[in-house]
C-alpha cells in the first residue's frame, strides 16, 4: 500500500468506528431497539466506504461533515436490521413477527419519532466534531512527542557498545577422577548376601 493511501484510509476507519459508536449510543438512549450484529456490522462497513472514499489527505470540514451525515442516514435506517423487536408492532398469536407494512409503506418498519431524528442529528455533532478536534489533537500530541524525543537525544548521553572479544581457543581442565570399584570396594570386602540358616 502506498503512503499516500494510509491517511484516508485511517481517517476512514477512526470515523467509521466513531460514528458507528456514536450512532449507536444515540439511537439506544431515545428508545430505539439495540440492533444485532448485523444491524452494527452493515452499517459500519458501508459507513467504512463512505468515510474512506471522502477522507482526502488533508483535513476538510466539510468531507468530513458530508461522510459522517451520510453514514448518520445509514444507521438510522440499518439499525433495524437483526433488532429483536421490530418497528411495525406485533400480530396477533405471532410473537416475535412483525406485521407487514402494506406495499409501499416503508415508513412503518423504521421509527420516524422527532426524538430519533434529534439524537441521530447530535450524534453526527458530535462526531464531526469529536473526529475534527481529535485529529487536530492527535497531530499536536505527535509534534509534541517528537520534540520531546528529540530533547531526550540532546540531553540523555549515548553510551557507546563495547566490544567483548570472545576467546579464541576453549580449555578444557580434565583431571584423573579414582575408579568406582576401588574406592567401594575397599571399604566394604565382606559385603555379600546373609547366610541361610
Do not use: K, N, Y
Amino acid at each position: 500500500m502506498r503512503p499516500s493511501r494510509r491517511i484516508p484510509l485511517l481517517r476512514g476507519f477512526v470515523g467509521a468506528t466513531i460514528a458507528t459508536f456514536v450512532a449507536l449510543a444515540s439511537h439506544v438512549w431515545v428508545g430505539g431497539d439495540m440492533p444485532g450484529m448485523l444491524g452494527i456490522a452493515v452499517p459500519w462497513v458501508l459507513s467504512l466506504t463512505v468515510c474512506t472514499l471522502l477522507a482526502g489527505r488533508r483535513l476538510s470540514l466539510i468531507r468530513l461533515s458530508v461522510s459522517v451525515l451520510v453514514s448518520q442516514l445509514l444507521f438510522h435506517a440499518l439499525f433495524v436490521l437483526g433488532s429483536i423487536t421490530p418497528q411495525g408492532g406485533l400480530g396477533p398469536h405471532v410473537h416475535g413477527i412483525g406485521v407487514l407494512p402494506a406495499a409501499g409503506d416503508v415508513s412503518a418498519a423504521l421509527p420516524q419519532d422527532l426524538a430519533m431524528w434529534l439524537a441521530h442529528g447530535a450524534a453526527a455533532v458530535l462526531t464531526i466534531a469529536a473526529l475534527h478536534r481529535g485529529e487536530l489533537i492527535a497531530r499536536a500530541l505527535l509534534t509534541a512527542a517528537r520534540a520531546v524525543a528529540a530533547w531526550i537525544a540532546r540531553v540523555v548521553p549515548v553510551i557507546a557498545p563495547v566490544r567483548i572479544e570472545a576467546p579464541s581457543r576453549t580449555r578444557w581442565a580434565v583431571r584423573d577422577a579414582p575408579r568406582v570399584r576401588e574406592v567401594h570396594l575397599g571399604t566394604q570386602r565382606r559385603r555379600g548376601p546373609p547366610r541361610p540358616v
